[in-house]
């Protein structure tokens, strides 16, 4: 009998016992294709030696040091390692444990930051409807999804959320791309207005959505619009890179491919590759000062801060990405990923969009192609397809509410950076015996 607290009290999962490559294995020896990383987090694979390695030398020599009396070579290293690859002037690094962490810091870095600059009215952050930012109360705030927020409303700090950009179901049909990417970026200077810019002080957005959206791309020219209104109004850019950044959309960050750099970025996942629990919130030179020539002292912090064995396998991932050339792989595997979605689905009668970017893709299922009509939500599709892909030896990321967190499903795949041509054969075969499995039902 078991005491753990699972995730779903009604369905207990099998018991991991060992990772190799692209596969997971179970105690009864059956074998599972990583087509999601879990959550995006496997980029490397399971059992990558030089991470492991690095891993085990650094609890050798220093496994903890609380950053309340001291920093570490390894969270140095990593700071110096993300800088020197960061967009625009992001230029310090706040190492926490994982993707919530990074958004809660985020948010109250920014709320700080106004009233160190003497702007105390500005506390109202506009993010927006179908987002993930995190569990934590701040973050789940921010998150716009109505299914995720629910049960907790009365606990949740008043937040704005407008339209995401969402061409597949939002552009109107004599818009072109950067047309309909303008307008949907207009939509925050417009709540702007609405609210008061005096009262605001951040905009948040994932540059590609995942969890709840599917890899949601942006369309042309959004994120430069969405940049030019952040500095117009003098609010900050936070982009939540949790999910997308670290090399899984092609670039190390995601950003990078809109031509934006935010004030405040986060990326957790991929960064410790699930060999450590490890997140990061990156700011800009600007906001560090103002902190630096103020208080002196961000209010805030959490006991594993700059953990040092966690820094330590940050380190080797992402050097492992740079050093194996991993990144280009990842846009030219996505590349033959796609193209085999496409092959596989792409006349599909109940496939309406497939999206992404490098090995961050999605797919959007519909009850009618042609009205892109979902399927009713007591059907419980996406959750059906992620139980059928892993009878048939498949994980990936179904999930339901794509549209406005009750509608809709789609599947996220996230597979590692290793992923060969083979296994992303294997990947698209299981999803469609999965797919065809519920859909036949």
């Known amino acids: 009998m078991s005491h753990i607290f699972p995730r779903h009290t009604k369905q207990l999962p099998p018991t991991a016992v060992r990772g190799e490559g692209c596969y997971l294995y179970d105690q009864d020896g059956k074998q599972y ?90 506390g109202r952050v506009i993010a927006r409807k179908q987002s993930y930012h995190g569990n934590t109360m701040g973050a789940l705030s921010a998150g716009g999804n109505a299914w ?67 890899a949601l791309t942006a369309a042309p020219g959004y994120f430069k619009r969405i940049r030019e209104i952040c500095d117009q109004y003098g609010i900050l850019l936070i982009l939540d890179e949790v999910m997308c950044g670290m090399g899984r959309t092609g670039s190390l960050f995601a950003c990078d491919q809109e031509g934006v750099s935010p004030d405040i970025l986060c990326v957790a996942k991929g960064l410790g590759a699930g060999y450590q629990p490890i997140g990061a919130m990156l700011c800009s030179r600007q906001i560090y000062e103002t902190i630096e020539n103020g208080s002196g002292f961000f209010q805030h912090g959490h006991t594993y801060l700059g953990h040092p064995t966690a820094a330590a396998a940050g ?30 689905f792409g006349q599909h009668p109940n496939v309406g969009d497939i999206r992404g970017r490098g090995l961050f893709q999605g797919v959007e299922l519909v009850a009618d192609r042609a009205t892109k009509a979902p399927f009713d939500a007591s059907r419980k599709i996406a959750g059906r397809i992620k139980t059928a892909a892993f009878n048939a030896g498949l994980i990936c990321y179904p999930m339901s509410g794509t549209i406005d967190g009750q509608n809709g499903d789609h599947v996220l795949l996230a597979p590692p950076f290793i992923i060969s041509d083979d296994q992303i054969d294997e990947l698209v075969s299981k999803l469609s015996v999965a797919i065809d499995t519920v859909l036949q039902s």
């Open 315 to 344: 380190v080797a991932v992402v050097n492992a990405m740079l050093d194996r050339n991993l990144i280009p792989r990842v846009k030219t595997q996505g590349d033959t990923l796609m193209a085999a979605l496409e092959a596989k």
């Open 148 to 214: 995720r927020r629910a049960q907790f409303g009365p606990l949740l700090i008043d937040m704005s959320h407008i339209n995401p950009c969402y061409e597949y179901r939002l552009k109107h049909d004599d818009e072109s791309p950067e047309e309909y990417g303008l307008r949907a970026a207009n939509h925050l200077e417009e709540e702007l207005l609405r609210v008061g810019p005096e009262n605001v002080m951040a905009f948040a957005a994932e540059p590609v959505v995942g969890a709840t959206s599917g």
């Open 33 to 122: 294709l990583d087509g999601s990383g879990g959550a995006a987090v496997s980029c490397l694979g399971h059992g990558d030696q030089t991470v492991i390695d690095a891993v085990k030398a650094q609890l050798d020599s220093l496994a903890y040091a609380h950053t309340g009396f001291f920093t570490s070579e390894p969270a140095e290293t990593l700071a110096d390692l993300l800088i020197k690859h960061a967009p625009g002037d992001l230029d310090r690094v706040y190492l926490v444990s994982g993707g919530s962490e990074a958004m809660e810091a985020a948010l109250k870095l920014a709320r700080q930051y106004f009233v160190e600059k003497g702007e105390p009215s500005r």
